[in-house]
């Protein structure tokens, strides 16, 4: 396979890697929103500690959305392994979402119902770049062996394809 065909093939899975994350993570959002306003409008609980619960729930809903749809082709030999470090590096992206609300609540007075949903926002954001690159580095690792056979095929129809040129030339 060419250079450009397997960096071809490496961006295409890396895209739909992505996608798929997206859709988890936008499943996510939604969740941690939801609970998050909830709380907030129907407790008491101040406005970082509904943001820890919101964030934690969040957090298992992804965990069955990751495992089974993004990155359901991955090992899943240790899955002990799997959820430790799932939940280790999940509990940095929730210090991550939650110290940028701490911030602007606590730091700057910005608690409004406004501010307190645009600083959970943006929290949240910062923490998805950190929880992307970890998930996919240290918790669901790819198979080497899969990935071999992946090129390993995609070599072969590239083979084949320029087959018909040769034999007409």
Same mark, same amino acid.
């Given at each position: 396979m060419s250079e450009r065909g397997a960096l071809r093939v490496r961006l295409n899975r890396l895209a739909r890697e992505v996608a798929k994350f997206g859709a988890v993570g936008a499943m996510g959002l939604l969740v941690n929103m939801a609970v998050f306003n909830l709380l907030r409008q129907t407790t008491e609980i101040p406005v970082v500690r509904a943001s820890l619960l919101a964030t934690v729930v969040a957090i298992l809903f992804n965990y069955v959305g990751f495992r089974y749809f993004t990155y359901r082709d &991955? !090992? /899943?030999?240790? =899955?002990? /392994?799997? @959820?430790?470090? %799932?939940?280790? %590096?999940?509990?940095?992206?929730?210090?991550?979402?939650?110290?940028?609300?701490?911030?602007? #609540?606590?730091?700057?007075? *910005? !608690?409004?119902? @406004? +501010?307190?949903?645009? %600083? /959970?926002?943006?929290?949240?954001?910062?923490? #998805?770049?950190? &929880? %992307? *690159?970890?998930?996919?580095? *240290?918790?669901? =690792?790819?198979?080497?062996? &899969? $990935?071999?056979? +992946?090129?390993? $095929?995609?070599?072969?129809? +590239? &083979? =084949? #394809?320029?087959?018909? !040129?040769?034999v007409g030339s």
């Open positions: &991955r !090992d /899943k030999s240790g =899955r002990t /392994k799997e @959820l430790t470090l %799932f939940l280790l %590096f999940s509990a940095v992206g929730l210090v991550i979402e939650n110290g940028v609300l701490y911030v602007a #609540t606590y730091g700057f007075g *910005w !608690d409004g119902p @406004l +501010q307190s949903n645009v %600083f /959970k926002f943006l929290g949240i954001a910062v923490a #998805t770049l950190f &929880r %992307f *690159w970890s998930y996919r580095t *240290w918790v669901f =690792r790819a198979l080497p062996a &899969r $990935e071999a056979v +992946q090129t390993a $095929e995609s070599f072969l129809e +590239q &083979r =084949r #394809t320029e087959q018909p !040129d040769r």
